[in-house]
Nanobody, 124 residues
């Protein structure tokens, strides 16, 4: 497993942008598919975006498609999530996750490493 630490969350206004970071420790990061998930109060955790180990393939939830970009820098052991045109409904704790068994995955059950999360709050 890799250890994951998220950062970059904060309080923003609707329409603003935010870039989330996920720093990974471990020499095998480049072999991990990575994903971002989020969980709002009283709601289940939901998939946001995923990227393959090479970075050549990405996928997004319909709710964020067109407003988000996931990317990674394997040399820096970091994965990023750029969120644009944020809405109050985007407010949640955002979690970074890693999987060494999938090319990429949208199901949280396919991930075996998780960070502690970073809070994103969007004011209207």
């Amino acid at each position: 497993q890799v250890q994951l630490v998220e950062s970059g969350g904060g309080l923003v206004q609707a329409g603003d942008s935010l870039r989330l970071f996920c720093a990974a420790s471990g020499r095998t990061f480049s072999s991990y598919a990575m994903g971002w998930f989020r969980q709002a109060p009283g709601k289940e955790r939901e998939f946001v975006a995923a990227i393959s180990w090479s970075g050549s393939s990405t996928t997004y939830a319909d709710s964020v498609k067109g407003r988000s970009t996931i990317s990674r820098d394997n040399a820096k052991n970091t994965v990023y999530l750029q969120r644009n045109k944020l809405r109050p409904t985007d407010a949640a704790v955002y979690y970074c996750a890693g999987s060494d068994t999938r090319y990429y995955a949208t199901d949280g059950g396919d991930y075996d490493s998780w960070g502690q999360g970073t809070q994103v709050t969007v004011s209207s």
